[in-house]
């Protein structure tokens, strides 16, 4: 199988458990990986054989920045749910969700979650 990435999306948003992220807001990055098969896109040069991935930022920018989630968990859910509805051709999906500001009495570069979802088993 193939893979489309989109890498490093940076995002301004609300989301956190505590009343000072959910008031200030924060960055968050985003990655997105896709697996499906370009080898038909590959031959025929043709958007409509692959996934169109202006489409899947705008989906990622909009399930980011258009709501409120207390965990990062539920945000990378959320996106991985959004673009697989949205595009047929997607067999696995993995979605990365980094908070550089993360609430930590330490330090760190950053928090990030990842999660992978398949189409046979939605």
Known sequence: MDKILLRNMKFFAYHGVLPEEQANGQNFYVDVEMILDLKKAGNSDALEDSVDY???????????????????????????????SRYEKIVQITIRVRKPEAPIDGQLDYAEVEITRCRKDA
Do not use: C, P, Q
């Open 54 to 84: 202006s489409g899947v930022y705008a989906l990622v920018r909009d399930t980011v920045e258009n709501n409120k989630f207390r965990l990062i968990e539920k945000l990378a859910h959320g996106i991985s749910r959004e673009i697989m």
